[in-house]
């Protein structure tokens, strides 16, 4: 894959509208790119109101002078396999890379969030530890990405549940490839390497919400020798057709009964007006008394209305 190199520090963010950090780690630091034109060099590629990320990758100096080769490789490496799973849709979207004043850069979309932060366990408010059990759908995508890496060739290394994130439209997909690295001949055994990703994402999970999960149906099977990569692979693609059209089906369902909740309020209120005009065109006539000086008042025989109970209400002059 053909990275760039800049030569001129002072242009290594030029046109970059860089906002604040999202995460960082020993080699590695994340910045939210803010929304509207980018430089030229990417604003082909992406699209003004998107979301995206800037990656920066330190290389390790030598002796404090020049940068390693194998760092470099590295930083070539991540980028390439980030692009290759991109087209896949198993990784987020890479839109650019560059090398400028020995650290490397790409921009890729960036995540609504992480594995960890939907279900990542957590303290409830009472105090007790408690676990969120994953939507089907989330689980049948997981399974897909990490068995289609793998059918490609690809093993991650590091794919904890930080590493597993969820797009703008809500699917899953896999990230940092800092450790990964492209098998030279096809993988041995490619279903004891997606059993042992697996492993990382439930590995601490109570017994009761393991054993619901679809992780873990998977998990047993390739312990029992009784699925392979392939067909495990096939049958997540159906079960997501299935489970996609089921949520549509419900979504529109849903659509259904509010329009029917919306439907009985309207055809409520109609009934309630209908009343009130009733009630106003059959009260009785108010009916006319003179005064002491001479004027006439009209008087309401319709008592306990308004100012109280058993009281008459206002008079009017004629």
Not at 106 to 115: E, L, P, Q, V
Not at 186 to 211: A, C, D, F, G, T
Request: proline residues 4%.
């Amino acid at each position: 894959m053909d990275v760039r190199a800049i030569s001129d520090p002072s242009m290594c963010f030029k046109g970059l509208k860089i906002g604040e950090t999202l995460g960082a780690g020993e080699v590695g630091v994340a910045y939210e790119l803010r929304p509207g034109l980018q430089n030229k060099a990417i604003s082909d590629a992406m699209h003004p109101s998107g979301k995206y990320v800037l990656k920066e990758v330190m290389f390790p100096m030598l002796q404090g002078h020049a940068v390693t080769k194998k760092a470099i490789a590295n930083f070539h490496n991540e980028v390439s396999i980030g692009k290759y799973l991109g087209s896949y849709n198993v990784a987020p979207h890479i839109y650019a890379s560059w090398m400028c004043n020995n650290t490397g850069y790409y921009i890729m979309d960036r995540m609504k969030s992480t594995w960890t932060d939907v279900y990542g366990p957590r303290t409830s408010d009472s105090g007790r530890f408690v676990e969120i059990q994953p939507d089907i759908v989330h689980e049948l995508q997981l399974v897909y990405c990490l068995a289609k890496m793998i059918s490609l060739g690809i093993i991650h290394q590091d794919c904890h549940p930080g590493n597993i994130g969820f797009t703008k439209d809500d699917d899953v997909v896999i990230f940092d490839f800092g450790f990964s690295v492209r098998a030279d001949k096809p993988i041995n055994y490619p279903e004891i390497m997606l059993m042992s990703q697996l492993y990382i994402v439930v590995q601490h999970w109570e017994k009761r919400n393991l054993y619901q999960s679809y992780l873990y149906k998977v998990i047993y099977r390739i312990r029992q020798g009784t699925v392979n990569l392939p067909d495990l692979l096939a049958e997540t693609i159906g079960s997501m057709k299935k489970s996609t059209q089921a949520a549509t089906v419900k979504n529109a369902n849903k659509k259904v009964q509010e329009y029917k909740d919306a439907d009985v309020m309207r055809k409520d209120m109609q009934r309630r007006e209908r009343a009130v005009r009733a009630h106003v065109t059959h009260a009785p006539k108010a009916s006319a008394v003179s005064t002491s000086s001479g004027s006439t008042k009209t008087r309401s025989s319709i008592r306990g209305v308004g100012a109280g109970p058993g009281t008459t209400l206002d008079y009017t002059d004629k």
